[in-house]
């Protein structure tokens, strides 16, 4: 059974098995916070469901930490939509397994015998908790773009950035969607502050090195 709060106009808060999660509505997108144990799975799909969402419409899952109970949905969304997840640079190997932190079965044997620990852990275990839910493709939270960026349209057939951004007007939020009707998107940095600048608007270009953000930038997205 799904149990699915509307807690404002665009959040939600659903309820697993012992754990919870939260969908974000941006218009027709969703961003999933956690993903609940691997047994969970159903559960999630039918919350984003009964969201007025497709699971296919989750743009983003974020996770709060890599525990199994956490990472349930992100396999299997990723396998079948693609979709990406984000965690906090610390929790980025952690949720690829490259070490693992959580309660292990040794403790919890040694915790049955306190009052409802014996059909929690039956209950954890039903959902998936002893699962290897390594996510190879979690990537750490990307950086904010600096403040004197800006999106603006890629014009079909341009090659040379300057030669289309100098006079270029920055898009509204909702114009600038990668789904707006002939136009592709990318960034542009504008002001002293900002150093960074695409090479191409083709897709599939090399990335380029931006020191404001301390990362890499696509050259088009």
Same mark, same amino acid.
């Given at each position: ?14 309820? %697993?098995?012992?754990?919870? &999660? ?5 218009? !027709? ?5 956690? %993903? ?5 799975l159903a559960v999630v @799909? ?5 969201? #007025? ?35 906090? /640079? ?7 397994? @490259?070490?693992? @932190? ?17 059909? &929690? ?6 959902? #998936? ?23 603006? /349209? ?18 509204? @939020? ?7 009707? %002939? &136009?592709?998107?990318? &960034? ?5 502050? *900002? ?8 897709? %599939?270009?090399?990335?380029?090195? *931006?020191?404001?953000? #301390?990362? !890499?930038? /696509?050259?088009?997205?």
């Open positions: 059974m799904t149990r699915l709060v509307q807690v404002t106009g665009d959040v939600f808060f659903a309820s %697993g098995t012992a754990v919870n &999660w939260v969908l974000l509505r941006d218009g !027709s997108d969703l961003t999933l916070v956690d %993903g609940g144990y691997p047994g969970d @799909e039918a919350s984003i469901r009964h969201a #007025g969402g497709r699971p296919e419409d989750v743009r983003a899952i974020l996770v709060t930490h890599a525990h199994v109970d956490h990472l349930g949905a992100v396999n299997p969304f990723h396998r079948r939509y693609g979709t990406p997840v984000y965690l906090d /640079p610390a929790e980025v190997p952690h949720a690829r397994r @490259e070490y693992l @932190e959580q309660l292990s079965p040794a403790r919890l044997a040694a915790n049955l015998w306190r009052p409802g620990v014996l059909p &929690w852990a039956a209950r954890v275990v039903r959902a #998936g908790a002893t699962r290897n839910v390594a996510a190879k493709h979690a990537q750490p939270f990307p950086a904010p773009l600096p403040p004197d960026a800006s999106w603006v /349209p890629d014009k079909p057939g341009a090659t040379d950035p300057a030669e289309e951004s100098a006079d270029a007007e920055p898009l509204s @939020e909702a114009a600038a969607r990668p789904d707006a009707p %002939g &136009w592709r998107r990318r &960034w542009i940095c504008r002001g002293p502050r *900002c150093r960074c600048q695409p090479t191409a608007t083709r897709p %599939g270009t090399p990335r380029t090195s *931006c020191p404001l953000l #301390g990362s !890499s930038s /696509p050259g088009m997205r």
